[in-house]
Structures are given as C-alpha cells and as structure tokens.
C-alpha cells in the first residue's frame, strides 16, 4: 500500500505540473480537496499515547493564556523565554539546542500568560520530519503563535513556515470563511451565492461535495471573494485552527538600519534584539495585544474596588463568562450586576448576564 505521505507528494506533483487555466480549475479543485483529506488522515493519531501521531508534548495548560514560540532552529527562541520569564531554558549556537516542549510564566497586566518554548522546526515538518508535528500540534493548542524569525536570513524563512502551519490546517490571521454549510440526510444540494462569486461557481462546489460523499447538504456562500481553499476549510472545519500571529524578527544587532525599517513595517511583525535587549519589551507588549485580554476589576457591595488583583477575561466576554470565571456555580444564584467603566451606557449601570464588559471595567455581581 502506497502511504500517505506519499500520496500527498503524488497529489502535490500533480498539482504543481498542472498548469492553471479556466479548463482545469475543477480538476485542482478536486485535488485540493483530496489533499486537505490526507493531510487530515497523516495528522490523526495512530497507536496509542505518545506514538508521534497528532499529539504534542505532555505541558499542561495554565495562566489566562498560551503562546508558543515556533521557529527555524537558532533563531532565539529560548534565548527570548530566558529574557522574559523566570524560566531558564537552554541556549546555544547549534541547531537543535531545545528537544521539548518548556513552559514559562510571564506576568503582564495583572495576568499569567504561559509562554511555551518549543524545539525549532524544518521544512517538512508537517509531515514528521524531526519533531515537526509534536511542535506544530503544540501550537495548534496556543492563543498565540509567535513566529520567531532571524533577521539575517533568507526572507524565504517566513513563507516556508507559514506552509507548514498551513498544511496541518493552521491559519494565521484569519477569520473562518463566510460560508455556511449544512450537511443533510436527504434532499440533494442546495447551493446559493449572495452575490456573484469572483472565483468559485456551483459546479466547482458540486465536484468538491461529491468527492467528500456529502450529497445532501445546504451551502450559502456569504463572501463574493471566498475561494475553492475557503470553501473546503468549511468542510474540514474540524481540522482547522484560526490563530492570530505575531512575527517577530529577531537579531536585528545584525542588519542594516534600512532593511530593519522595511521589516518593521510589514503587517503583524515586530523586530528585536534578545542580545542587545532592544525592542523585548515592545514585543511583550504586542504580545499582550495580540492576545485581546481584558482585566476587569470586582467590588463588593458599599466597599471600594479592588483595584490590587485584576480577573483576566477574553474581549467580548459576557457577565456570564465573568461569573464562571470566578466560581462555577456563581450564575445559579446571580440576581443582576453593577458596572462602572466604557461598557456602561450610565455609571453605575444595572446588567444581566448578556452584557458585555469592557477592558478596565469595575463589576460588582449581586447574588439572590
Ligand atoms: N546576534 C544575536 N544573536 C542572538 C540573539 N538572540 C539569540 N542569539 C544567539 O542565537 C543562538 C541561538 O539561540 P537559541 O535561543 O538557542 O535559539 P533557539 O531558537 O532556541 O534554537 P533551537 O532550540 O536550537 O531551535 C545563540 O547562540 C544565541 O546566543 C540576538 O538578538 N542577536
Ligand atoms: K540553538
Ligand atoms: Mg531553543
């Protein structure tokens, strides 16, 4: 039997001598679809625990959230967790320095962010080669990837490990396509544009869904700009991951003052030195942004808040989100809440638990 990998470098051949035109854009359909499937299958765990499948490396969750640092090897990794926890984790010149997963707090605006060191990762990775799918599982788990890159390498770097992240169903800075599907036990397919579709059409979908074996389902494509990747991502939506994305260029000791501006001004980037601690701050600060925590503040009745200890939550959480966060069984005795702060239309306003707080907001829960 032919196995997966190899399946998936045939399909990648095909795909590459395919040359794309008007006439073959439904057969790279189908075998972008095919693709995304085996990818799927290589990543699903085969055995049992620890026997390389899916699984990341055993580093349990803590602290409001998780960021892990993915990279080439030596670009600095552990070099920048050393510098911003208390955690030491070994650095050195040689490829390969950090063989697993090492876990650091950094504490940021009253929360505990857990910032997870990994080994470096190759072209390949997310077809096992080195430790290239337990640390691209590991990011799959983060908040927060923070993409370490050395400033004095080859731009390629960058691109190289957007692919492999994107291969394991990783997207980086992106919101999940608008597109709705419905799967259904009878009835054929129903597919509707909104508006007409720039690079997609109804047949394209028919031969996509038909591969899948999803003959009865519902499909409306809400974006004009949606692609035939958008469209099966909707399909594998439980293989994909949307997560945001800091790329840090690091060794910026290193560069010339006009290559390191035109760095510092592509999107989601920033640029640092660990060696000359220059701009480390800045990026923890971006960090702490890129993350959209809020800290909000309690208050006991007729006693000032306490502004000593901040309750960390995600932005757009709701009153509801605020009360699991302080204690599972608060919302079974919650009467109404007061909040001072930019989410109150008058100061105090009297809420419900459908209320959604504001960063800095003060809240004080009052229970039947
Ligand atoms: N010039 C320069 N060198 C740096 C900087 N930061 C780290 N280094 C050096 O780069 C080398 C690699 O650093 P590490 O922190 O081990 O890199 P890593 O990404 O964790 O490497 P692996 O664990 O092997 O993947 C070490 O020799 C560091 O001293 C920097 O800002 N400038
Ligand atoms: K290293
Ligand atoms: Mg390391």
Redo the contacts with the bound molecule.
Sequence with gaps: MVNITEKIKEIEDEMRRTQKNKATEYHLGLLKGKLARLRAQLLEPVGGAGSGGGAGFDVSKSGDARVALV?F????????LSKITKTKSE????????LTAIPGVLEYGGAEIQIL?L??IIEGASEGKGRGRQVISAAKTSDLILM?LDATKRAEQRALLEAELDAVGIRLNKEPPNIYLKIKKAGGMKITFQAPPKYLDEKMLYNVLRDYKILNCEVLVRDELATIDDFIDVIMKDHRKYIRCLYVY??I??VSLEFLDQLAREPYTAV?????DLGVQEVVERIWKELRLMRLYTKRKGEVPDFSEALIVRRDSTIEDVCDQIHRTLKETFKYAMVWGASARHVPQRVGLSHTVADEDVVSIVAK
Excluded: R
């Design positions: 990279g090897p030596s670009v600095g990794k552990s070099t920048f650095a050195a010149s040689y490829s390969f320095t950090t060191d080994p470096g370490i690091n060794k000791d290193s640092m030195s660990c060696e000359l």
